[in-house]
T-cell receptor, first 113, second 114 residues
Framework: DVKVTQSSRYLVKRTGEKVFLECVQDMDHENMFWYRQDPGLGLRLIYF???????EKGDIPEGYSVSREKKERFSLILESASTNQTSMYLC????????????FGQGTRLTVV | AQSVAQPEDQVNVAEGNPLTVKCTYSVSGNPYLFWYVQYPNRGLQFLLKYITGDNLVKGSYGFEAEFNKSQTSFHLKKPSALVSDSALYFC????????????FGAGTRLFVKA
């Protein structure tokens, strides 16, 4: 069974903290993605990676960075957490072909206080 | 630019009745269309996709979707709804002009009443 695993289900962090969200996939997928999900806004792409050490900005990259040192792991970093980054964060991966579906992790609900 | 619209925030249907969740899209090239479902406090699960070929696509849990190129729509359907179908449904689109990016709709919450 394919798996995308996010390191935490729930996180509470203080304003100004540096926050790391980890995602691991066991499917040897080339592409990995970080989204945030907010009510009424759907999923918005923060960053994606199409290969190891490669990264591209999505639609809302401000305040975030990413790291992909190994193919199976894609980390999202909040450099200095702010309350407007309180959200559900979803990691996804898929093969590099255009017609393939994505597999999602269970999500991390981050609250910044 | 790619875009996806799910015109209904919420759909209510009685158990046993047919359901439809609407989706329209806009892309510059040939579309790759997807439906995902999200249960409470969970990630998204893939339901079905349209890539090419037959306009009626069948997927998981008895769901199907009809691709209509002239109306640029990809509505999700099920002949007989179950209470367990209650969830948040997302339509998504990708095209070759958009590269790696997939655009998601805002989501439609489906309530199936017993």
């Amino acid at each position: 069974d394919v798996k995308v695993t996010q390191s935490s289900r729930y996180l509470v962090k203080r304003t100004g903290e540096k926050v790391f969200l980890e995602c691991v996939q066991d499917m040897d997928h080339e592409n990995m993605f970080w989204y945030r999900q907010d009510p009424g806004l759907g999923l918005r792409l923060i960053y994606f990676s199409y290969d190891v050490k490669m990264k591209e900005k999505g639609d809302i990259p401000e305040g975030y960075s990413v790291s992909r040192e190994k193919k199976e792991r894609f980390s999202l970093i909040l450099e200095s957490a702010s309350t407007n980054q309180t959200s559900m964060y979803l990691c996804a991966s898929r093969l590099g072909d255009m017609n393939t579906e994505a597999f999602f992790g269970q999500g991390t609900r981050l609250t910044v206080v | 630019a790619q875009s996806v619209a799910q015109p209904e925030d919420q759909v209510n249907v009685a158990e046993g009745n047919p359901l439809t969740v609407k989706c329209t899209y806009s892309v510059s090239g040939n579309p790759y269309l997807f439906w995902y479902v999200q249960y409470p406090n969970r990630g998204l699960q893939f339901l079905l996709k349209y890539i090419t070929g037959d306009n009626l696509v069948k997927g998981s849990y008895g769901f199907e979707a009809e691709f209509n190129k002239s109306q640029t729509s990809f509505h999700l359907k099920k002949p007989s709804a179950l209470v367990s179908d209650s969830a948040l449904y997302f339509c998504a689109v990708r095209d070759e002009g958009g590269g790696f990016k997939t655009i998601f709709g805002a989501g439609t919450r489906l309530f199936v009443k017993a």
